[in-house]
């Protein structure tokens, strides 16, 4: 018996594979197995859909969108004219709630029926092996008005994929004054009037970007660089862009105690610089954690509240470093790669491998084989829609240094490319592409300038498929597009095999 609920003495069904966490990721495992043909029960205690559907990337990129929009039509003669009033902030507002359908999961829920996967609404918990506790929420329940503990079997594998939250550090006074996360951020009804941004992250540029763009009066506080995983380049750009239109860009500050006398008013920041801050809202952007507190992970012999290390097969690493052969972790949860495309690739994997396990199938578990996220260790592609984007993909030139792999590194200015200087009037923008010279095939590559998001697939096909340089030679970039920026950065190179070179 649990001490959260009663448990009821109904006799509960047999699934094959139980998924807790029913986000973007959880989704498409049970979907997956479904179409290898187990029975699967989806847990999911808020919204079918998860954080990328209503608190993260739809809302955050429909926020940006409209700014990105009339930045690109003010850099082009002749459209520049016609724009030139600020953005209209109900219908930017408006259009970002539709696209979470106003936080109502109804539109989900019936994909979830449609694909032939039982939804069960309630918090899921991990009981010992293979087995589940849901607690059921009154209002979802048959029982109306008592909360309810279920416990049930699966007869081949449960897969955690809880997700992450928003990390919130231990700064006095912060917690206190019931900082904005990317929550509040995404499905905000109202703009601050002065916006304080803690972190340099991607969260912090896209939502500085917005903000700014929606009218906000934004200080971004970065402890160290903008977005430090990328080249350097890209946080200079982005640093220059953020400037432009208008954000007060603090780098090397943080803070060091916060106040906010009024629940909903003025908070007051004292910096690691000496210095004082006010502001109408306060936005922490500072990282995630793991959403594994009070999973039952103890159950299995690991700590509730850490990330979920796995095999390539997205198995669960137990204390011991050995995979337990039934409990899969898939999505942020795994912390492999906190990005929704990366978690449903792992979805993919996941939810195949396990029916194969089920059905005594081959598992394919080589490298790039069927059943694992192989992509996930160097080749992760990310876009941070800021102005300019920035496109990554692969390892940086300071990455494959560390990594040991004899590089060169190719910049190009895709301004100097007829499709960037069509694009917008003296376009902004560096690509880089990172080469191991031995193998002669890429191994990163960086866009970073206005509209570079769809360039990015070239250059993951690139990285993934180990296109020799000798052959990329032969894949003419079209007349004239900001893509042939890949021909410059060949030419930079040189051919391989070139008799003279
Ligand atoms: C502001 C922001 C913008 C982002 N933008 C992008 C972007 O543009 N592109 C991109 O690729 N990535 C983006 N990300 C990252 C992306 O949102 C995550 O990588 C993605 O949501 C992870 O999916 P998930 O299914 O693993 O987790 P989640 O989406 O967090 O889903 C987990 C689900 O599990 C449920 N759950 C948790 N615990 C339990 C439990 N015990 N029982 C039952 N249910 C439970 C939760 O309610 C939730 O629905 C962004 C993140 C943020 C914060
Ligand atoms: N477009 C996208 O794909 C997209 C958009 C948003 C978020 N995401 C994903 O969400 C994840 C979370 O984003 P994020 O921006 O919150 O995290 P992040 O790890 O990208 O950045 C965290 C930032 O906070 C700073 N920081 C950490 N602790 C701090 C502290 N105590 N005080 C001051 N600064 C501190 C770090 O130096 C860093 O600049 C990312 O890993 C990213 O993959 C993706």
């Not at 200080?219 to 220059?240: D, I, M």
């Not at 296109?467 to 040189?494: C, D, F, K, Q």
Request: aromatic residues 4%; negative net charge.
């Amino acid at each position: 018996m649990s001490e959260q609920g009663a448990t009821q003495d109904r006799i509960e069904p047999e699934y094959d594979l139980i998924v807790i966490g029913g986000g973007a990721v959880g989704e498409n495992v049970a979907d997956r197995a479904v179409q290898g043909g187990l029975s699967v029960l989806l847990v999911e205690n808020e919204l079918v859909g998860g954080d990328c559907s209503y608190w993260a990337c739809m809302p955050s990129k429909a926020l940006l969108r409209s700014g990105a929009a009339r930045r690109a039509a003010q850099r082009v003669a002749g459209a520049r004219e016609s724009v030139t009033g600020p953005l209209e902030v109900g219908a930017v507002l408006a259009r970002r709630t539709s696209f979470t359908s106003d936080w109502d999961d109804s539109g989900q829920v019936d994909w979830v029926a449609s694909a032939g996967i039982d939804l069960l609404r309630g918090r899921g918990r991990l009981a010992g092996e293979r087995t589940v506790e849901v607690t059921t929420s009154s209002v979802e329940d048959d029982d109306a008005g008592e909360t309810v503990v279920r416990r049930l079997r699966a007869r081949h594998a449960v897969a955690v994929c809880t997700g992450s939250r928003a990390a919130v550090p231990d700064t006095p006074g912060l917690r206190a004054a019931c900082p904005w996360t990317s929550r509040e951020a995404t499905s905000a009804t109202e703009i601050p009037g002065r916006l304080a941004i803690i972190g340099g992250g991607v969260v912090a540029v896209e939502m500085a970007t917005a903000y700014a763009d929606l009218g906000a009066s934004v200080t971004l506080l970065v402890r160290s660089g903008l977005l430090a995983k990328e080249e350097p380049f890209a946080g200079e750009l982005v640093g220059a862009g953020l400037r432009e239109a208008g954000v007060d860009v603090r780098l090397g500050v943080s803070v060091d105690e916060v106040t906010r006398p009024e629940a909903g008013g003025e908070v007051t920041l004292v910096l690691t610089d000496g210095s004082t801050l006010t502001a109408d809202e306060v936005l922490v952007a500072t990282g995630r954690e793991p959403r594994t507190d009070d999973l039952g992970l103890d159950a299995v012999g690991l700590d509730d509240g850490s990330w979920l290390p796995t095999d390539e097969t997205l198995r669960v690493l137990g204390g011991d470093g050995a995979p337990i052969d039934w409990l899969y972790a898939v999505g942020d949860a795994n912390h492999r790669a906190l990005l929704t495309h990366q978690g449903k690739y792992q979805a993919r994997a996941a939810g195949d491998v396990i029916a194969a396990r089920a059905r005594g199938r081959a598992v394919d578990d080589a490298a790039w084989g069927t059943h694992v996220a192989t992509a996930d260790h160097r080749s992760v592609p990310q876009v941070t829609f800021a102005d300019p984007e920035v496109a990554s993909i692969g390892l940086t030139a300071a990455a494959a240094q560390r990594a040991g792999l004899p590089t060169r590194v190719l910049d190009y200015e895709i301004g100097q490319t007829a499709g960037g200087s069509l694009q917008a009037d003296g376009y902004t923008g560096t690509a880089r592409i990172v080469v191991d010279t031995e193998r002669e095939v890429l191994v990163g590559a960086t866009f970073v300038g206005q509209d570079v998001a769809e360039l990015l697939h070239s250059a993951t096909v690139a990285v993934v498929g180990e296109v020799p340089l000798h052959r990329l030679w032969h894949a003419v970039p079209s007349y004239p597009t900001m893509s042939e920026v890949w021909l410059r950065l060949l030419e930079a190179y040189g051919r391989p095999g070139q008799l003279d070179s």
